[in-house]
């Protein structure tokens, strides 16, 4: 069956350090992969998404390639700020023949220190 | 648009209570889902519809859980009776092609 897996946190990292959160899928169709992060006290946002193969999701410096021979969809930011600690979900969305299927990641944990 | 609207945004109840969770999807979405999030189980897809119509009710825990949407802009969770496991915060969210998912700010529920 599908699911998602994401690297396990928290994970604490200084300002401007270089971020990597691994996430890798199993799915059975051609999914959608999706990170969102979720600030303390809110809902979950979309930040990026990539529909197909060899796609690269970005937005707010973040990016991610949906890699289709190693099913990775990892997630990267050069250079990070405080105002980016959060808890950062990987997403699948697939919709085989028997109807929409949709999986999240654990979640991990972001804390960034001036 | 206003987003995904959920309320109470907090509700305290004793246990054997019955708590209903309200939720009004974005206009013109199709799919509206709800979860739950733990910090033991993390998030959990607990129901899905798609047109008003519930597609996957896997994840409802038990029989005390059930949700129904009687209209394209309104939904509702309802848990009878409560017990303090129920405690955790509940999320709305909708979709307009069941991919990409608009969330609410969440019901946090405590249940003494």
């Known amino acids: 069956g599908n699911s998602v897996t994401q690297m396990e946190g928290p994970v604490t990292l200084s300002e401007e350090a270089f971020l990597t959160i691994n996430c890798t899928y199993t799915a059975t169709g051609y999914p959608s992969l999706f990170w969102y992060v979720q600030y303390p006290g809110e809902g979950l946002q979309l930040l990026l998404k990539a529909t197909k193969a060899d796609d690269k999701g970005s937005n707010k410096g973040f990016e991610a390639t949906y890699r289709k021979e190693t099913t990775s969809f990892h997630l990267e930011k050069g250079s990070v700020q405080v105002s980016d600690s959060a808890v950062y979900f990987c997403a699948l969305s697939d919709r085989p023949l028997t109807g929409n299927q949709f999986y999240f990641g654990t979640g991990t944990s972001l804390t960034v220190i001036p | 648009d206003a987003g995904v609207i959920q309320s109470p945004r907090h509700e305290v109840t004793e246990m054997g209570q019955e708590v209903t969770l309200r939720c009004k999807p974005i206009s013109g979405h199709d799919y509206l889902f709800w979860y739950r999030q733990t910090m033991m189980r993390g998030l959990e897809l607990l129901i899905y519809f798609n047109n008003n119509v519930p597609i996957d009710d896997s994840g409802m825990p038990e029989d005390r859980f059930s949700a129904k949407m009687p209209n394209a802009s309104f939904s509702t969770l309802k848990i009878q009776p409560s017990e303090p496991r129920d405690s955790a915060v509940y999320f709305c969210?909708?979709?307009?092609?069941?991919?990409?998912?608009?969330f609410g700010p969440g019901t946090r529920l405590t249940v003494t």
């Open positions: 969210a909708s979709s307009s092609d069941g991919s990409e998912q608009y």
